[in-house]
């Protein structure tokens, strides 16, 4: 019997909420390979859920800062070095040195998911130490990884343009499940996802007060604790909900009962201009028209299939404006409904897992 060809993931982020890390590690598992999932431990870690594939939790000395990269770079490069692999895979920047250098030592393959334009991420410009830091590694290391994948073909061309590599096209589109849409009690607004600078907290939450329902967030993140000052310091807790981290079974939940969905970005950096989110076809895929930026990937899938409210600037009238057409237009609001039905056949992991799998064959 042939043994199945191993390939470690490496990620910096909860292995429990990343639904696109267990989609992906998921797919290869059922193409055969034999897959393992790295990432590191919070003090506040919930246990691992059961998963197809392995899944392993480093320790680290600190949960921010440079001194969290040393030590989780320092454990995931001997964790690396002394398990058998096949292929290593860097989930983004944040991983990639320790996979390229265990990669050279072993002669291993190697494949950059590059989820992020991390060196224009606003966290990283704003911060000339910071960015330095992170443009050298990119500079380092990404022209040496020629087999790779993005989330979107901006991203691509970026990556092309920037480094000379060629990368496949994999958007984090959802599994295509056959879905019914419930009568909804209540149209609340619902924003999934990291709660991080750059997504808009301080105009959306502000632009809830011209707005008649109830905004539902579920996530966390760097812009956590600020976003919840937002919501007290205009009197909106009762109107603004925190859930916190949802494990995805129960997002699906909130996800298929909401009226509208968030997917904003500020302008503030090339990453989010070119982005693609995740939630954005978490949203089509349960038939929730949503509110987004004009950025070129969302324009271009709405061109093919209307099914959000574009704006070109995230201000509070412009978000409260659009929400209550959404919230009350009906006839505009069942055609959206109705065209992300359409669009979910086409946009789904179901088709993005043919491209992804084609990478690891080329290997």
Same mark, same amino acid.
């Given at each position: ?22 989609? !992906? ?40 800062? +440079? ?23 860097? !989930? ?24 992020? *334009?991390?060196?224009?991420?606003? @966290? ?10 992170? +443009? $050298? ?15 979107? &073909? ?6 092309? +343009? ?53 905004? !539902? ?15 007290? @310091? ?6 603004? !909900?925190? #859930? ?11 996800? *298929?009962?909401?009226?509208?969905? *968030?997917?904003?970005? &500020? ?10 989110? /995740? ?22 899938? /709405?061109? @093919? ?24 237009? /009906?006839?505009?609001?069942? #055609? ?12 789904? $992991?179901? @088709? ?12």
């Amino acid at each position: 019997m042939k043994t199945p060809k191993r390939i470690v993931c490496t990620v910096t982020n909860d292995l429990n909420y990343d639904q696109r890390m267990i989609r !992906i590690c998921s797919t290869l598992v059922d193409a055969g390979y034999d897959v393992t999932l790295v990432g590191f431990k919070r003090k506040k870690s919930k246990p691992l859920e059961q998963r197809p594939f392995k899944q392993v939790r480093l320790p680290i000395l600190a949960e921010q800062g +440079k001194l969290l990269y040393a030590s989780y770079w320092f454990n995931l490069f001997f964790f690396l070095l002394f398990r058998k692999v096949d292929v290593l895979c860097a !989930i983004d920047l944040d991983t990639i040195l320790p996979v390229y250098y265990v990669s050279r030592l072993k002669g291993t393959k190697r494949v950059h998911d590059a989820h992020e *334009i991390f060196t224009d991420l606003r @966290e990283v410009i704003t911060r000339p130490s910071v960015f330095k830091m992170w +443009k $050298w590694i990119a500079e380092h290391t990404i022209s040496k990884f020629p087999v790779g994948y993005t989330i979107g &073909e901006a991203y691509a061309e970026d990556f092309k +343009k920037r480094y000379g590599v060629d990368y496949k096209v994999v958007r984090n589109a959802t599994v295509l499940r056959p879905v019914t849409i419930p009568e909804k009690s209540e149209r609340f607004v619902l924003y999934q996802g990291a709660v991080n600078v750059g997504r808009c907290f301080e105009q959306l939450i502000p632009a809830m007060k011209q707005v008649d329902a109830r905004l !539902i967030i579920c996530g966390e993140g760097n812009f956590s604790e600020q976003a919840r000052a937002i919501a007290v @310091e205009h009197g909106l807790e009762d109107k603004v !909900i925190f #859930k916190g981290y949802v494990p995805p079974s129960d997002l699906r939940a909130y996800t *298929i009962q909401a009226w509208v969905g *968030i997917t904003l970005f &500020e302008d503030t950096s090339l990453s989010n201009r070119l982005s693609l989110a /995740n939630r954005f076809f978490d949203y089509m895929h349960s038939g929730v028209p949503q509110l987004c930026m004009k950025y070129p990937e969302y324009e271009r899938v /709405n061109a @093919e299939f209307e099914i959000a409210t574009l704006i070109d600037e995230a201000t509070p009238d412009a978000i409260s404006r659009a929400l209550n057409r959404l919230l009350s237009d /009906n006839e505009y609001y069942q #055609k959206l409904q109705a065209n992300c039905l359409k669009a979910r056949e086409k946009y789904c $992991w179901q @088709e993005q897992a043919k491209t992804l799998l084609s990478v690891y064959q080329t290997l």
